[in-house]
């Protein structure tokens, strides 16, 4: 099965700074790749996702990049804010074939003001 | 769009009783529903995958006769948790797949907002 890597597990920044989580996957045949925020007690929240036709995409502060290639996608937040602090999450899956997700480990964002 | 809805958010129960969480997709249809298990600190483990009118499909070391999991409907599904013991205490949450009706045909994945369990 498709095995996925995240790193890193924390991550502190400055408020203003910018913060990149990296993920590698394994399984050539994954097309979907989305990004979720989960809050402490909260389920997971989709924030941005790239499919394996576009090598980047980009909403507001956040973007994500996808290097078909060498099998590995980064999420970019830019101008942090103290309300990114949360885990995020990163997950691949084959898209319209099988539909279930596979997850990273997270990275705990922690934005200092 | 794409509101995933659980029921109870949290609940706590003695051991040996049974409880019941309701997922539901509130503006969406879900012909596949999921349910994960996450504790503290760790990645969502996905327990089973719920198809609209068929049987569950779990992973390997999930006890199926132990977390019951019907979907009856496009928007609801539902996880018992049978015989409840205090090793099944946990934070539960159900996603939601999103088939749009046009477009590449990729499915995305709505999360419901979780359900803490704590058993006695």
């Known amino acids: 099965g498709e095995n996925v890597e995240q790193h890193p597990s924390t991550l502190s920044v400055q408020e203003g700074d910018s913060a990149v989580i990296k993920c590698t996957y394994s399984?050539?045949?994954?097309?979907?790749f989305p990004w979720y925020k989960q809050e402490l007690g909260k389920g997971p929240q989709l924030i941005i996702d790239?499919?394996?036709?576009?090598g980047e995409k980009k909403d507001q502060r956040i973007a994500v990049t996808l290097n078909k290639t060498a099998k590995h996608f980064s999420l970019h937040i830019t101008e942090t804010q103290p309300e990114d602090s949360a885990v995020y999450f990163c997950?691949?899956?084959?898209?319209?074939?099988?539909?279930?997700?596979?997850f990273g480990r997270g990275t705990q964002l922690t934005v200092w003001p | 769009g794409a509101v995933v809805s659980q029921h109870p958010s949290r609940v706590i129960c003695k051991s040996g009783t049974s409880v019941k969480i309701e997922c539901r997709s509130l503006?969406?249809?879900?012909?596949?529903m999921f349910w994960y298990r996450q504790f503290p600190k760790q990645s969502l483990m996905l327990m089973a995958t719920?198809?609209?009118?068929?049987?569950?499909?779990?992973e390997q070391g999930v006890e199926k006769d132990k977390f019951l999991i019907n979907h009856a409907s496009l928007t609801l599904s539902t996880l018992t948790v049978t015989s409840a013991h205090p090793e099944d205490s946990s934070f539960y949450i159900c996603?939601?797949?999103?088939?749009?009706?046009?477009?590449?045909?990729?499915?995305?994945?709505?999360f419901g907002p979780g359900t803490r369990l704590t058993v006695l």
């Open positions: 996603s939601a797949r999103h088939t749009p009706t046009t477009g590449q045909g990729y499915n995305e994945q709505f």
């Open positions: 399984d050539s045949a994954s097309n979907y």
């Open positions: 790239i499919r394996s036709n576009v």
């Open positions: 997950a691949a899956s084959r898209g319209s074939t099988l539909g279930r997700l596979y």
């Open positions: 503006d969406f249809q879900a012909t596949t």
């Open positions: 719920s198809n609209e009118g068929s049987k569950a499909t779990y």
